[in-house]
């Protein structure tokens, strides 16, 4: 019996193998909407041998990549004289594991799957013969980011800068990294990178540091300077070797930043909480992110017509899974590697440092440090502390810090100029109320938009600190994270924000220009002039199981959906804004707003005739 597989490589694997099982577990009893696999609760590592001489596995082509590719599908053909519902084909990498011993996981609240801990023992009864590449450390998955500011004061020319970052086996002292580009057609200038890796004992706990664990290999990171604005360049990866062979990855391109307060043309696509899926259709461990795919390959098929990407956050859903990570890297390649791919908080789920995760905060932390070689910086992850990451001779690792460093915070909220739009990130994981270091970023950020030039202002962080009719939200009755707008909503309203966005909650959401619970204006898809109030939009639904909303229907509600889906923001020009909100199951805009205005509709003054009030007065 035929069947496809994608298969993907990783840095350190050189080879995998295909098995084929029984097991005493009726696999179409899958949840098709989320939940746990019936796969999840197998355990693997007690597998028992019984093979037949008359089933097989077999699997074609037998040697990956030979046209540099860094996803491949093969064929997969077995045979079994004894067929039953409950037969699976599992794909091994690495190929020689050992399960002879299985560690221990110190967690009650992991997430399945417990493949050491479960009491379903599968009977293996073929191998096939093991699947090589043709080089497994060869440079892939590339991501750009823009260079941002941690600090919303700091005078640095960063418009012409873009960072790319990628994964390959290839240790510092085995090849030296490096990237070639320029603009398209013309001159290539050779770039240095520096290089990143971590190792088992710098995770806590199980199950990323141990049935999780996966070696990551290396994380490299090099800048592109003195971009012309808006302008297609292309690029590639190297690894000189000692004996003066280079290898290289194949080549990609991408358009540089627009200039601050250029009048163009420009999109900007916003979503939250997308996670990942397998492209071949086979059962994932925890089926938790049904709709990734249908959001990803939306944003493929009209990546022409995309500038820049925000994800503001909850990225892979590894859960302390690494090979997870890989997977997610190879899903939104196509997009980072040709876009630059911003993100919000990492993750709240945050169980393993990841290749995506040193792509994309790395990424940030060295445009701010502005070099590549000897970096040296401190990063937040996840809730279990901070990492410091320490070079020496252009190799970097990290260690483990249990103490919150500030700078460490500092890199998880940033500002962003872009065009016509002026971004405000913020970190929703760390406290951002008044009197606190992140409110006074907040304000500074809003205050240094230059809204002659950059009249959009974008608020976004990845929990709701704004409006969200969520009905964990509407059943504490305050529709919003705790304490979440009590002292934002003065500065969105001093600094008179556009549009906040958030991501955590698994739907679409829009409310109306609210100021103190009071909507501003009844109007509800064109707003013109002075609008008066904060739009709140909720574009959490990426892909992850979807949120349901609370049964009732709150009054600044304009509009809601519980559908997978993403906002595109198009600004015409300085006077005209378009948002879009689009499903991804057909690309199709559901919901929509206009915002028309002149630059002395912004220089308006608003009055805060609102006295303070909650939901409850």
Known sequence: MPANFSILPSAPTKMLWLWLFLSFLNVALAHVNGGDQPLAKINVLKTTAAFHESASISAQPLLLGLKGEGTQWITVNFVNPKPTFDDWVGV???????????????????????????????????????????????PLYPSLALAVKVNPLQFTNMISMMTVTWTSGYDIDEATPFVVGGRKGGLQVKTPAGTLTFKRNSICGSPARTVGWRDPGFTHTSFLKDLWPNVVYTYRMGHSLSNGSVIWSKTYSFTSSLSPGQNSLQRVIMFGDMGKAERDGSNEYSDYQPGALNTTDQLIRDLDNIDIVFHIGDLSYSNGYGSQWDQFTAQVEPIASTVPYMIARVSNRGRVFSHFEFTVIVAIAGAIAGVAAELRVVLQYSRFGAVNVVCQQKRCFIILLRTRQSFAQQLARYSKDYGLFHFCIADSE??????????????????????????????????????????GYGEEGSYEEPMGRESLQKLWQKYKVDIAFYGHVHNYERSCPIYQNHCMSKERNHYSGVVNGTIHVVVGGGGSHLTKFSQLIPYWNVYRDYDWGFVRLTAFNQSSLLLEYKKSRDGKAYDSFTISRDYIDVLAFIHDNCEPTTLTT
């Not at 560690?103 to 073929?126: F, G, H, R, W």
């Not at 205050?447 to 009719?469: K, M, N």
């Open 430 to 471: 760390h406290d951002w109320r008044e009197g606190s270091e992140q409110y006074k970023f907040i304000e500074q950020c809003l205050a240094s938009a230059d809204r002659h030039r950059q009249p959009w202002l974008i608020f976004a962080a990845h929990r709701v600190l704004g409006y969200s009719s969520n009905s």
């Open 92 to 138: 091994f990498s690495p190929a020689k594991f050992d399960p002879s011993t299985c560690p221990p996981v110190n967690d009650k609240k992991e997430q399945l799957p417990y493949i050491c801990s479960t009491p379903i023992m599968p009977i293996l009864v073929a191998i096939s013969t093991p699947i090589s590449f043709v080089n497994p450390k060869a």
